[in-house]
T-cell receptor
């Protein structure tokens, strides 16, 4: 069964600190992996999308890494800001066949001043 | 450029009723996909429409249906509502021929449905 597991479930950090969120998946065959940021009460916003051949992709203070061999991805947030408080969701899609993405349950990040 | 617009934003229905939600994609986007988000199950894919054709469908019962019009606007319908259908329903649009599979998704703010 295709699964996407995210850890930690929740995280509290101080403003200015860095943090790393994890995403492990069993989805196969792999097409791409996305990270989304979802503020409370809002729709998700795309941060990065990575394919099999990509190891690292950055979007401002957000850097995603992908290890397709171990089926692991991480999202690193540098110099956190209060506005980074949100849920971060990892989504993995298969290649071929019907498109049915598998979502992780998300990591809830709270940044305190 | 206007973003993805979903209406209504909030609605309350009772069990057994049906509901229709609307989604207007970003101008020029031909792919519209729908998702259900609940605290218990998280985000789940419902279906994707591309140029008026359903291209992909998630694992939801037939009570959940949708359609797409020639202007790419999309609607989803849920018939015979159940308490468990209470959720945030999100739609996303994407440009390009590959649609939701590989294209960047732009989400709307969602329609929050409460079933009593």
């Amino acid at each position: 069964k295709n699964q996407v597991e995210q850890s930690p479930q929740s995280l509290i950090i101080l403003e200015g600190k860095n943090c790393t969120l994890q995403c492990n998946y069993t989805v196969s065959p792999f097409s791409n992996l996305r990270w989304y940021k979802q503020d409370t009460g809002r729709g998700p916003v795309s941060l990065t999308i990575m394919t099999f051949s990509e190891n690292t992709k950055s979007n401002g203070r957000y850097t995603a890494t992908l290890d397709a061999d171990t089926k692991q991805s991480s999202l690193h947030i540098t110099a956190s800001q209060l506005s980074d408080s949100a849920s971060y969701i990892c989504v993995v899609a298969m290649t071929g066949g019907s498109y049915i993405p598998t979502f992780g349950r998300g990591t809830s990040l709270i940044v305190h001043p | 450029k206007a973003g993805v617009t979903q209406t209504p934003r909030y609605l309350i229905k009772t069990r057994g009723q049906q509901v229709t939600l609307s989604c207007s994609p970003i101008s020029g986007h031909r792919s519209v996909s729908w998702y259900q988000q609940t605290p218990g199950q998280g985000l789940q894919f419902l279906f994707e429409y591309f140029s008026e054709t359903q291209r992909n469908k998630g694992n939801f019962p037939g009570r959940f249906s949708g359609r797409q019009f020639s202007n790419s606007r999309s609607e989803m319908n849920v018939s015979t509502l159940e308490l468990g259908d209470s959720a945030l329903y999100l739609c996303a649009s994407s440009s390009g021929g590959t649609g939701a599979r590989t294209g960047e998704l732009f989400f709307g703010e969602g329609s929050r449905l409460t079933v009593l």
